[in-house]
């Protein structure tokens, strides 16, 4: 009932910049949160940025004042700006939302998580 379609990974020299998106869609009633998590080889999959609906914002100290979350409500699309990339940001990053979906009974909603398929960012040189 929720699609994530990510975009924007791909392979970086250090100290560049790129940009991650993701698109929600489906039977979406309303958007809590969406966040970029990412997980590399052999590690668990931790927070990066994630966003609410009244746009307060939460980072993980390791890209805090280097990347940027934002959000466009209306098109249920949350951005990544990744700046100063270095070799310890390589990962696969995966978008997340909780949201509220339509049900199939009237005027009923349910809560969801979900995950994007995720998409692989590498900074090397």
């Known amino acids: 009932q929720v699609q994530l379609v990510e975009s924007g990974g791909g392979l970086v020299q250090p100290g560049v910049s790129l940009r991650l998106a993701c698109a929600a869609s489906?039977?979406?009633?309303?958007?809590?949160?969406m966040g970029w998590y990412r997980q590399a080889p052999g590690n668990l999959r931790e927070l990066v940025a994630a966003?609410?609906?009244?746009?307060?914002?939460n980072y993980a100290d390791s890209v805090k004042c280097r990347f940027t979350i934002s959000s466009d409500n209306a098109k249920n699309t949350v951005y990544l700006q990744m700046r100063s990339l270095k070799p310890e940001d390589t990962s696969v990053y995966y978008c997340?939302?909780?949201?509220?979906?339509?049900?199939?009974?009237?005027?009923?909603?349910?809560?969801?998580?979900?995950w994007g398929r995720g998409t692989e960012v590498t900074a090397s040189s």
């Open positions: 489906g039977s979406i009633f309303s958007i809590n949160t």
């Open positions: 997340n939302i909780d949201a509220r979906v339509n049900t199939n009974q009237p005027m009923s909603t349910r809560k969801v998580v979900h």
């Open positions: 966003i609410t609906v009244r746009g307060i914002t």
